[in-house]
């Protein structure tokens, strides 16, 4: 068996380990030792491992691709298939990893939960469904995991449904990524009309061919179902209300699955997005908008995963400016050093909301004594978010300003000033809720079990380390990740430009200044920002009124039009399919009686009366020889008498 067949194989056990603990979690989930959870965390273990091995043996020895026909229909053939490049075994890297990470620490977080067979199986699924999305190499293949990662999400953030606000979150999370998906399916269906191909490299080939009008229709569209994944404006409500359901899950949807989906779909498609500018300009303007709008509503919240939530949208933004600045390397670097911090925030998160039963971060003041692995790995990752200097995030975010300030100056002065913003709300998240004023809960705060402790250190090393892969100060190691983005993508290693990158770093600095004089040092009141936004602040404590606003031009008219439509039916749809059907219960009635009176009546009289002549011939019929001769001799002279007279 040769290596390429052995990568292939593997990448196929990679997927199905995770799903096969879903399978058995579903149905022997309740026998397992811990519900299951070591099982599933085991084999999403091995998923890692061979992800390791994968990824080894792309970068060496190049690609690997395969795929067989699936179904014909017509002069229509539908395949299945693996591509095996730079960037699935990334995605596979990332995916993996962070998943073993979260499912050892539900063990710990999860253990009280009733359901807890089920909750690791749908965990199990939600990582499967991500890798298949990865390896597939056509746009059917695609979409049908496309979705089953939205299924388990909804599955997930639902997980406590009898919380009427989990409940809503999952429905809203579901409705809303749905709208960006019908655009991702017409994008495909436009695919497969311009080109009669779903899969990726052959439509690639054929792209350069289409006209302008098209390709822009088609990424545009494509577009669409990644800013909905990918919680991107203005499809951006579902995910702070997506903090209802578990912290793990919130740390596999912000880092590795749902949100990372969107942003691989974009870079995936990267040779159409580079053919159409427009495309290309709306990715930059979506992102740089999220970007900044999120960073700010993030400056007020108070709930700690809500902050982080929006943190998620504005660094996703980052993404979207780098893909559409023609920066692919810059922004699959920034997904992954995101996707490590992130999941590090958030379950350090659930650490303090399991401690301290709070997630308030005004009542959770001066945990640092009390939980230090959890605040030193917490603050590890909230500089690293922050673009400080020598931290992974900063390696990465760097690397997109410098892209985009080759790009767009104004682009490049939206970012700064959202770098200073980032920088003082992950900051002001940290030291309200570790340092300053002994808040209510903190008193009876405790460190986590070895089993939540564990994964925040194993998340914390590289949210330190893996963004010195991509600095300059390593050549060889950015010259390795550098395969990651294939040569025809535009990626460029843009010369340090010190006054470009002194910017950034000053706006982190400023934003962490001005959070620790305020929140640390109380050389201002703590509602200062308050006080000086004036009616903005409240804009932002109410979200820009995103909900309200699609609450009156969406929902409410949808609900009218539909009890307007369960009205019209009652009254008009169903009185007339009633008429029908009573109408048809009188026609049927008449035609009853018509065929009793009638024409059975007619059949009746006939057999009787067949009946009755029967019964007189009969008595005819004797059974003697003269009576027979009497009526043959009778008959006779009737016979002569009628040929006489006649």
């Known amino acids: 068996m040769g290596i390429e067949n052995i990568v292939l194989n593997l990448v196929i056990v990679i997927a199905l380990l995770p799903l096969l603990s879903f399978v058995l979690l579903l149905f022997l989930g309740r026998f397992l030792p811990g519900r299951g959870g070591p099982v599933a965390t085991a084999l999403v273990g091995a998923s890692f491992a061979a992800s390791l091995y994968v990824l080894f043996q792309v970068l060496t020895r190049g690609n690997v691709a395969s795929s067989m026909v699936w179904h014909v229909a017509g002069s229509a053939r539908f395949t299945l298939g693996l591509l095996v490049d730079e960037l699935t075994v990334f995605m596979l890297v990332v995916v993996t990893s962070i998943s073993f990470v979260i499912h050892l620490y539900s063990i710990g ?68 990524t749905r709208l960006g998906d019908v655009g991702l399916s017409l994008g495909i269906i436009l695919i497969y009309v311009s080109t009669g191909s779903f ?51 919130n740390a596999l949807v912000d880092a590795a699955t749902k949100i990372g989906a969107g942003v691989y779909l974009v870079a995936r498609n990267f040779p159409l997005f580079e053919l159409s500018a427009f495309s290309t300009g709306t990715v930059v303007w979506i992102g740089a908008i999220s970007a900044l709008m999120a ?70 003041g001066g945990l640092y004594r009390r939980m230090k692995i959890t605040a030193i790995t917490f603050i590890l990752g909230a500089l690293s978010i922050s673009g400080l200097p020598l931290f992974s995030g900063f390696w990465s975010s760097d690397q997109i300003l410098r892209d985009v300030y080759n790009y767009n100056f104004i682009i490049y002065v939206i970012l700064t000033f959202t770098s200073i913003l980032t920088a003082f709300y992950m900051s002001r998240l940290v030291f309200l809720t570790f340092f300053g004023r002994k808040g209510d809960k903190a008193e009876y705060a405790h460190e986590s079990p070895p089993v939540m402790s564990i994964p925040l250190i194993l998340l914390a090393i590289p949210t330190v380390l893996v963004g010195f892969i991509g600095s300059p100060f390593l050549p060889e190691a950015y010259r390795f990740f550098t395969l990651f983005a294939p040569e025809s993508f535009g990626v460029r290693q843009v010369e340090a430009n010190y006054a470009v990158m002194g910017g950034p770093i000053a706006a982190d600095l400023a934003g962490i200044l001005l959070a620790y004089l305020i929140y640390q040092r109380n050389l201002r009141p ?68 018509f065929d009793l009176g009638v024409i059975d009546g007619i059949v009746n009289w006939v057999g009787d009366t067949m009946l009755d002549n029967s019964s007189r011939f009969r008595l005819s019929q004797t059974g003697y020889t003269l009576n027979y001769l009497l009526f043959f001799f009778a008959a006779v002279a009737l016979l002569v008498l009628w040929i006489q007279f006649a």
């Open 109 to 176: 977080y999860m253990h009280r939960e009733k359901r807890l067979s089920w909750y690791f199986a749908v965990l199990s699924l939600f990582t499967a469904a991500m890798l298949s999305l990865v390896i597939a190499d056509n746009y059917l293949q695609l979409y049908i995991s496309w979705e089953l990662v939205g299924l388990c999400s909804y599955l997930l953030i639902g997980f406590w449904f009898e919380k009427k606000s989990a409940s809503d979150a999952a429905k809203k999370a579901f409705i809303v």
């Open 295 to 364: 960073a700010t509503m993030a400056m007020v919240m108070t709930d700690i995963k809500r902050v982080l939530a929006y943190s998620t949208v504005s660094q996703v933004g980052y993404m979207m400016v780098a893909l559409g600045t023609g920066g692919y390397f810059a922004g699959i670097f920034h997904l992954m050093t995101h996707a490590f911090s992130k999941a590090l925030l958030f379950l350090g998160s659930g650490s303090i909301i399991q401690a301290a039963h709070v997630q308030d971060i005004t009542q959770a």
């Open 526 to 593: 703590q509602d200062w920002l308050a006080r000086y936004l004036g009616p903005y602040y409240k804009v932002l404590l109410h979200k820009y009124y995103f909900d309200e606003i699609y609450l009156f031009l969406i929902v409410r008219p949808v609900l009218r039009l539909s009890d307007f439509i369960g009205r019209f039916d009652l009254a008009v749809i169903d009185r007339v399919v009633n008429w029908v059907g009573d109408s048809g219960l009188r026609f049927a009635s008449a035609i009853g009686i």
């Open 199 to 249: 899969i990726f490299s052959e439509v690639f080939q054929q792209a350069e061919g289409l006209s302008m009008t098209l390709v822009t229709a088609i990424t545009l569209l494509l577009f669409c179902g990644a800013a909905g994944k990918s919680a991107q404006f203005p499809l951006h409500v579902w995910l702070p209300d997506a903090m209802e359901g578990p912290t793990p899950v």
